[in-house]
């Protein structure tokens, strides 16, 4: 008998054992992450209602990414690297997209209601890899110190204006018109600034080819992978295989509106003959690619290490 229970009680230690593994990657697979956030616009005598908005979206999308980025640090695997909280804040920009869930305008306030929704493993594979890129890493971090200047140069330009329009002194109304334009301008710098489209959104058909190479006198052999990938808000996000194991992979990216494609690539490697240096299964790379895409069809190519390109057909 108690041969037969200390039986019962092992396939209870493992049952239970079993079930506290799979509670734990229920958690690793969570649902997105959402964050909300709101914010109201203060318009001066110089804005209108479209320079009153891309402020606000500005400032409400700061504090997202912030809320975001504070959540990536404690949260995921970031948080074991050795980037700042400015550089994930940065890095994030590249990847997230703001949702607008209420606008209102009355005149004088202008008051939005925003989210991000973000798989923050995901989020944070792609910071990362943001990160190794030191080019896109580069721009992302130009376009956010562009921004910064931005709304340092539009304050500046709201209290000159405020400033010129209660004086009575001659001239000032010309100065108030070409500090007007001004400021027209400044504010119309923020959406310059974007620089993502939405025109390639949805699902690619991919087809990544690495031919065969010699390097270090070993014969590397080429191999293909045809996968699916997906475009939202300019950001596109594919996979193969079973993260975290060998011969998994991920590609992310960033389209841009005139089609130019910033891509990249991080992996574990597979059979080692299909290697460079024929390494063992299960080591950690990344690369990176550049493309264009247009609204049916894309090409990237690597640009290190080996010829390697992929090919995007929009589905």
Known sequence: M?????????????????????AGWT??????????????????EA??????????LEQVKRMLLEELGTYLVSNTEVRDSALTKD??????????????????????????KAKITADADDVAKAVALMHEDREASAELKRLRAQNSD???????????LAGIKSSAKSGSTAKAVSAQKD??????????????????????????????VQKNGF???????????????????????????????????ILHKDGAAQINVQGLTGKSEYT???????????YRMRGTFTQDNGRASRIESRPCEAVFIKQ
């Not at 320079?51 to 606000?56: D, G, K, L, N, V």
């Open 183 to 212: 400021y027209d301008l400044a504010v119309a710098r923020l959406s310059a600034n974007e620089g993502i489209a939405t025109t390639f959104d949805g699902r690619w058909a991919v087809s990544l080819t690495c031919e065969d």
């Open 276 to 286: 460079l240096k024929h390494v063992q299964s299960g080591k950690l790379y990344s």
């Open 219 to 253: 014969l590397v052999k080429g191999y293909a992978l045809n996968f699916f990938a997906d475009v939202k808000d300019g950001r596109l996000m594919g996979k193969v295989g079973q993260s975290g194991q060998p011969a998994s992979m991920t590609m992310v990216g």
């Open 27 to 44: 958690v690793a697979q969570a649902k997105p992450v959402t964050v909300t956030r709101e914010y109201t616009y203060r318009a001066s």
């Open 150 to 160: 931005v709304l340092k140069e539009i304050k500046r330009l709201r209290k000159e």
């Open 2 to 22: 108690k041969t037969a229970l200390s039986a019962i009680q092992k396939q209870v230690v493992i049952l239970l054992a079993l079930m506290m593994v799979l």
């Open 47 to 56: 804005d209108s209602k479209l320079t009153s908005r891309t402020i606000a």
């Open 87 to 112: 550089e994930i804040v940065t890095y994030t920009s590249g990847w997230v997209a703001t949702v607008v869930i209420k606008e209102l305008w009355n005149g004088e306030d202008y008051y939005l």
